[in-house]
């Protein structure tokens, strides 16, 4: 609250606050400095608008002579700022009123660089020497006011000042009470406040308060625990709240304990311009109150006034109304900032198991290199020793050759030496076979090293220079849950629509979704899609049934949670038409595919779009046109069908087929239960199936037609009519089962 409490100019508590125009608030002091200082020509101000008491000598100094003199007598009290007879004269009045832009006072502009805390200084035009004494001379006392204006330190709108000068703005008594109550709260807490570093019990007073460490020293623990050097040279000691010196203590609240009476009563506030008169109205155009006298005189009279004490508590009840909303706020705030903190906690707590993982995996990642490198050097050695013991084997031998060579090259000379020709020819022989032996010992290649000196070593360590380069961080968490969107999940006959989305702020990524589904009489899940779409469609289910569905998702980490379990209902009646896509192209469709007629004379069979395996179903079929007398058949069918023969000459069929006299029961091409009565325009034939019972029968204007038509039915079947060119007939669901069933017509033999 203590920013509330504070001066947007001096920025310390407020002292004799008044309210501006636009509601905001300002010291009075404050409100005399932005007014009339002007740096540059301060001298020139007329001397209703300098600050109480005797003008500085400087200024006596700058603004010598009679003029200046009696510009400073003709108003002593400087709360009549900008009064009559000002100094300054007419002109420099209405240099300082360009600010007031509109008849209201208000008005705006960009504040000075120069100015301090944003506040902005009345750039005032010096006055001509004399100009002030002139104009104090010619105009006669009571005359007209000078114009001057203030502009609001924190919204920059400029205030046009009347002749009360800054008398004209209302003292806010209100303020000022509660900040002298906050000021004796603060000096009550400084008396008790105490060293929060002291060993001693009871700890000593604090001495200071270290605004950057908010913590409370003695004099003792400051010198030992809080030293001025190091990193506390830059900290900011100041003495502790209520004390002498204190931020927001002080002059502060000794200003604002002058203005609010000291510890006397608080003074009862009284009218503005009627200072005898106490506030007993309030006027609803002007947002003031105001006294009967200003009533009377009939500056209020066209304005709307009601009771000051009814607007009191109608406003009272109003903010707290709208502390209702703002508490609320600030309620939810906390619990944000609470959770703020508590994911800060967790994200150091997560960073630094982090950090442990990643050390831990690029060691292991260093161990296997250095592994590797250890396995890499063994080859090089191996390789190495073999190349030498290979060389060194090839020196051995041919040094082995070359020595046996060298002996005998040089025994053959010293032969050829010898004169004797019979002793050289009984060994020539031999030594010339021994020549050319030694000589066939040098082949080719025997004289080339065996090996190389290089190394056929290479070793590929690009990929793995790439893939560390590569190396990166990635999710290796499950995906989080599913949210179902129940706005988008519905149902409708026997197929349901569900659809999900992700939690937001979810970074995990999500390869698919697995949807399961019970089997509609609380049995066990099955997958009924696998894929990466949120919206998925299932067909085929059983009416009259209650279904539950869930899903989750899965990445390469694996699958991750079910969502929560959603339950849907499927429609208890059947609504369908005839399929186009899977009925025999001389089949036509109108009405919506509920109407259908053949193009040819043979007939053609049609399916319904729905299918059935549980439960009991009833559907109508209205004959809109009979000619000729033909045979249309009635009954289900499965989805293979052979489609271009009656229905129920196959294995895949049930059907009556009927004509205008009597009607045959039909399946494998096998005719059983003749009964009479047949069909003709604009008769009715109802076909009941009944899944629980797995009975099949048939109706024929509300009436039933023959016994039960086929027992043992079991599987999934399809509504199904097999007619030709003569017949078109409209079909009807949506049909409550029938409850009378009427006596069955009895078949003939």
Known sequence: MEEELKCPVCGSLFREPIILPCSHNVCLPCARTIAVQTPESEQHLPPLLHPRGPPPPAAAAAAPGPGAAAGSAACPDSECAAGGGGGGGGDHADKLSLHSETDSGYGSYTPSLKSPNGVRVLPLVPAPPGAAAAAAAAAPRGAGPASSSLTCPQCHRSASLDQRGLRGFQRNRLLEAIVQRYQQGRAAAA????????????????????????????????????????????????????????PGGGDGGKGAGGGGGGGGGRKVPTCAVHDLENYSMYCVSCRSPVCYQCLEEGKHGKHEVKALGAMWKQHKAQLSQALNGVSDKAKEAKEFLVQLKNLLQQIQENGLDYEACLVAQCDALVDALTRQKAKLLTKVTKEREHKLKVVWDQINHCTLKLRQSTGLMEYCLEVIKENDPSGFLQISDALIKRVQVSQEQWVKGALEPKVSAEFDLTLDSEPLLQSIHQLDFIQMKLPPVPLLQLEKCCTRNNSVTLAWRMPPLSHNPVEGYILELDDGDGGQFREVYVGKETLCTIDGLHFNSTYNARVKAFNSSGVGPYSKTVILQTSDVAWFTFDPSSAHRDIVLSNDNQTATCNSYDDRVVLGTAAFSKGVHYWELHVDRYDNHPDPAFGIARINVVKDMMLGKDDKAWAMYVDNNRSWFMHCNSHTNRTEGGVSKGATVGVLLDLNKHNLTFYINGQQQGPPAFENVEGVFMPALSLNRNVQVTLHTGLEVPQCVKQPKLPNN
């Open 191 to 246: 008396a008790a406040a105490k060293c929060q570093l002291c060993d001693r019990s009871p700890a000593e007073p604090a001495a200071v308060l270290c605004e950057q460490c908010e913590v409370l020293y003695c004099a003792a623990c400051q010198l030992r625990c809080h030293p001025a050097r190091g990193p506390f040279a830059k900290h900011r000691l100041v003495p502790p709240p209520g004390q002498p010196g204190a």
